[in-house]
């Protein structure tokens, strides 16, 4: 498996848990978990599919166990974040520190990617060469 496939699969699960969550407070009438689902949305959807495409465009760097590594931080601080933070709307003041611990999990993850983007650019591979004919 490389790192957009990874990517691409956990930010459709994320996003339906997601779905899952704003439906529950929508029938419930109880929005106090808005930000954690917002949390989930943001981070689990659209970044980890944001990875995903920067993943596949990079197919060197798609298959390295680092960018493997980076996704599977960010999924597991994205998990935790999320519960920590919805305990914490319900009054679980308790998951502060799991949430604390969770976002550096995250900002590890982050920075990670962030070296991935900032990186030298003799150390990312170059892409396919368009050769054009004349034309007769």
Known sequence: MTASSLSFRLAVLFVVAGMA???????SQDHSIMPAHAHLNLLGWVSLF???IYYERRPALNASR??????VLWSVGTVVLTVAVAAIHLGYTAADPIAAI???????AMLIFAYFVFRPAPVVEAGPTMRMTAAE
Not at 21 to 27: H, K, L, N, V
Not at 102 to 108: E, F, H, N, R, T
């Open 102 to 108: 969770a976002s550096l999990v995250i900002l590890a």
């Open 50 to 52: 944001l990875f995903g």
């Open 66 to 71: 680092t960018a493997m590594v980076q996704v």
């Open 21 to 27: 969550m704003g439906i529950g407070m929508a029938a």
